[in-house]
T-cell receptor, first 114, second 114 residues
C-alpha cells in the first residue's frame, strides 16, 4: 500500500530558529500534498495544500511567510517553520495523494519550541 | 458557517459491545465521507470511505452509514476490543479546483474497557 514517510518525528528548537519537516511518498507519485497542525486533544487543522511545481494554497489565518511550503517533486514536500516561537509548538502532519486516489498520512512531527 | 462535529469527545464502552460514533456536518455537500483512526502521537490511518449515493459500507467489524438528508454519518465497531481504543475522526473531502481538501471533524476518543 501507499506509504508516506515524515521526518523528523520529534524536534526541539530554540525560539527564533527555523525548522524544516520533510514529507516523502515512498511508493507513489503525490500530485497533491497537504499539511495539517494538531494541538493537544484537538482535531487536525488544514494549513495548506500544495501541488507539485506550483505555489501552495494556504488556509485562512495561516501565515505563508511563517510556514514555507515547497513541493519541488512528485515525491517530496517540505514545511519550514521560520522564526519559530513557543506558540508554534504542535504536532504537524502531512498527507499525500496521487491523482484520483485516497489520502495517505505521515506519522507526524512533534515540534517543541523552547 | 461550516462545521463537522462528532458526538462526544470521549466514549467508554465494555469489551464485546458495539461502539457507535456520530459525525454531523453543516454547510457542506460532500461527495464522500471518510473515517480514520488515530493513535496517540501518530498520523491518522484510513478505515472506510462511503460515497454520497451509498447508504452503508462494511469492512470486517466496522460499519459506516451515510444519510445526506440528515447530514450525518454513523460509525459502528461491533464486538469491540481494548485494541480498538483510539481517537476516531470523520473527514469530508471538499472540492477545490483540481484538489480535494480533506477537512476533519472534532474526533471522538473511544476507550474499550476489558
Amino acid at each position: 500500500g501507499a506509504v508516506v514517510s515524515q521526518h523528523p518525528s520529534r524536534v526541539i528548537c530554540k525560539s527564533g530558529t527555523s525548522v524544516k519537516i520533510e514529507c516523502r511518498s515512498l511508493d507513489f507519485q503525490a500530485t497533491t500534498m497537504f499539511w495539517y497542525r494538531q494541538f493537544p486533544k484537538q482535531s487536525l487543522m488544514l494549513m495548506a495544500t500544495s501541488n507539485e511545481g506550483s505555489k501552495a494554497t494556504y488556509e485562512q489565518g495561516v501565515e505563508k511567510d511563517k510556514f514555507l511550503i515547497n513541493h519541488a517533486s512528485l515525491t517530496l514536500s517540505t514545511l519550514t517553520v521560520t522564526s519559530a516561537h513557543p506558540e508554534d509548538s504542535s504536532f504537524y502532519i502531512c498527507s499525500a495523494r496521487a491523482s484520483g486516489s485516497g489520502y495517505t498520512f505521515g506519522s507526524g512531527t512533534r515540534l517543541t519550541v523552547v | 458557517s461550516q462545521k463537522i462535529e462528532q458526538n462526544s469527545e470521549a466514549l467508554n464502552i465494555q469489551e464485546g459491545k458495539t461502539a457507535t460514533l456520530t459525525c454531523n456536518y453543516t454547510n457542506y455537500s460532500p461527495a464522500y465521507l471518510q473515517w480514520y483512526r488515530q493513535d496517540p502521537g501518530r498520523g491518522p490511518v484510513f478505515l472506510l470511505l462511503i460515497r454520497e449515493n451509498e447508504k452503508e459500507k462494511r469492512k470486517e467489524r466496522l460499519k459506516v452509514t451515510f444519510d445526506t438528508t440528515l447530514k450525518q454519518s454513523l460509525f459502528h465497531i461491533t464486538a469491540s476490543q481494548p485494541a480498538d481504543s483510539a481517537t476516531y475522526l470523520c473527514a469530508l473531502a471538499e472540492s477545490g479546483g483540481a484538489t480535494n481538501k480533506l477537512i476533519f471533524g472534532t474526533g471522538t476518543l473511544l476507550a474499550v474497557q476489558p
